[in-house]
């Protein structure tokens, strides 16, 4: 199997390549120049040029959800659209929806649970669940489940990744009502 | 991926200008279709033109009291907006059968009509086909042709068209409102997509310079009893095998109109306009639904692994009607896709 190479940086000789361009991005509140060329995904410019590892690649083909981020508040695959396209929106990648210090909801709901078990999925779950929330479609299990199938989960920690989500659904529900 | 330039369009014509430069133009929305297809191998553009900057993406009445989609409104967007789900709810049932919602966010409604077919040799440069490369013929007859389609099929292609979106863009006869260079033109939803023929490399009637600018649903009413029954291999986040959008108008127990479309079954959404006239006039029974769907399927063809599709698609009809008769699909819980 060949090993997949990285497209070099800004500065190396690319030989026969069109030149990279300066594309900026606001990710978690913060603005990131890049220097990329148009064929760089959204998650390879987290992974590769900004060091925001997490946010997974699992089938980079839109069909795992392992790279799930937020895009102006949407959950998208990050895989399937090019960092040049999200110029001027505001991404939010798991690494700003909170810190080991002051978790999102979310992320402590799926550690009470035990939704996950080699926790590759976690990131794209967590993020797809922030959305769902915001969302407001889903309000049952069977919703939950539904409006979830975007993320795949090879461990099969599915029934606590619902478990957590309805947790902090209804939590925020019943302070709402507060 | 191959090697391309970018650039983003800002207007309309100057897109069309761009598209019509060359061949190996391609205009990219959401690329959830394209994107993936290009890491493939499959599609090799070699300049992108970024029309997410077009003002394309409201969704408005029409003058005749119809609905106007924008090109670019997503597909979430669609389906879940207010009038869409009151008015036309078998398609804001349909959108959220299809994909998962973070693809659903990023998919436009002109992206969902253009995405190409997910037939397995398409995807496998390694093997024939037609679509990809026309003359070096068809793999998927006499292959693995589980997915493939049954109806409308010819000796070089049976690739099936995989969206459901324009499955109930069909049944509720929708227009595409399309731009070129020669000015606009407004396309029945029917000729829109074409069968595979002799050249199934054309998946459309749409021109290499042209651009799909809205889709428009007429003022007509199909949202008391309508079903988009869904059957695939699992229960969510799966193309179809065989889907159905089936609505209908009722004087009593009387159907006053009908429509009826099937996805996962031809190289287009496969509308039954001859069926959709045996249902007419006739009282909303099973009997009459048998009729119909006898009707769709007597010119079924199968080839092997997909045969059973024919009996299955017989019986999602008959489902479909009885379920749009009993008016048990609602507005509400359209994203509860599970095949009662």
Redesign the interface.
């Known amino acids: 199997m060949t090993k997949q190479t990285t497209q070099a940086p800004l500065g190396s000789p690319a030989i026969a ?2 030149p990279t ?1 300066v594309v900026t991005l606001k990710i978690n509140g913060e603005e990131r120049q890049l220097h990329i ?3 760089t ?1 959204l998650l390879d410019a987290l992974r590769e040029y900004l060091d925001l590892t997490g946010t997974k690649k699992g089938c ?3 069909q795992c ?1 392992a790279c ?1 981020v937020l895009v102006d508040g ?4 990050s ?4 960092a ?2 999200q110029e001027g929106a505001d991404i939010t990648t798991i690494e700003g929806l909170g810190t080991e210090q002051n978790l999102h909801p979310l992320q402590q709901a799926f550690i009470d649970h035990d939704a996950f078990q080699c926790g590759y999925c976690t990131p794209g779950q967590i993020c ?1 669940a922030a ?2 929330l915001t ?1 407001g ?1 889903a309000k049952t299990t ?2 939950i ?3 979830m ?3 795949v989960c090879r461990c099969g920690a599915y029934t606590n990744i619902v478990a957590a989500i309805e947790e902090v659904l209804t939590t925020q529900k019943v302070q709402r009502h507060e | 991926m191959n090697s391309f330039t970018y650039t983003r369009a800002t207007a309309v014509d100057a897109a069309v200008r761009e598209k019509s430069a060359a061949s190996s133009v391609r205009f990219v929305a959401g690329g959830t279709n394209l994107l993936d297809l290009m890491k493939e191998n499959i599609e090799r553009p070699t300049r992108l033109v970024d029309i997410n900057h077009l003002p394309l993406k409201t969704i408005d009445g029409t003058p005749d009291g119809g609905l106007r989609l924008g090109a670019l409104a997503t597909n979430a967007d669609t389906a879940w907006h207010a009038e869409v789900q009151r008015r036309y709810p078998l398609l804001s049932q349909a959108i959220l059968a299809g994909a998962s919602p973070q693809l659903r966010n990023m998919a436009t409604n002109g992206g969902n009509l253009l995405q190409r077919t997910r037939c397995y040799y398409f995807y496998d440069l390694t093997t024939p086909c037609n679509k990809r490369e026309p003359g070096s013929g068809c793999s998927a007859i006499g292959g693995y042709n589980r997915v493939c389609g049954v109806l409308g099929t010819s000796e070089s292609c049976i690739a099936t068209h995989p969206s459901d979106m324009c499955v109930a863009l069909a049944a509720l006869d929708a227009t595409v409102q399309v731009t070129g260079k020669n000015g606009e033109r407004t396309v029945r939803f029917a000729d829109f997509h074409r069968l595979p023929e002799d050249q199934p490399q054309f998946d459309n009637t749409l021109a290499p310079d042209e651009i799909v600018t809205a889709i428009d649903l007429p003022n007509e009413d199909f949202s008391q009893h309508f079903s988009y029954l869904k059957l695939r291999d699992r229960t969510s986040y799966a193309f179809a095998l065989v889907s159905v959008a089936a609505a209908l108008q009722l004087d009593g127990t009387t159907i006053r109109d009908a429509r009826l479309a099937l996805g996962g079954v031809a190289h287009k959404p496969w509308r039954d306009a001859a069926a959709e006239d045996l249902l007419k006039g006739q009282p909303a029974t099973e009997e009459t639904f048998r009729k119909a769907a006898t009707a769709v399927v007597q010119q079924a063809k199968g080839y092997g692994h997909n045969t059973f599709k024919i009996e299955l698609a017989k019986r999602a009809i008959v489902r479909a009607l009885k379920q749009a008769a009993e008016g048990t699909q609602t507005a509400t819980d359209v994203f509860l896709n599970s095949n009662p």
């Open positions: 390549l069109p361009s060329a148009p064929w995904t980079d083909h839109g959800g799930t949407r959950r998208i695959n895989c399937l659209t090019l040049v396209m797809s959305a769902l969302e479609k069977a919703e489940r539904e409006l199938s975007g993320n």
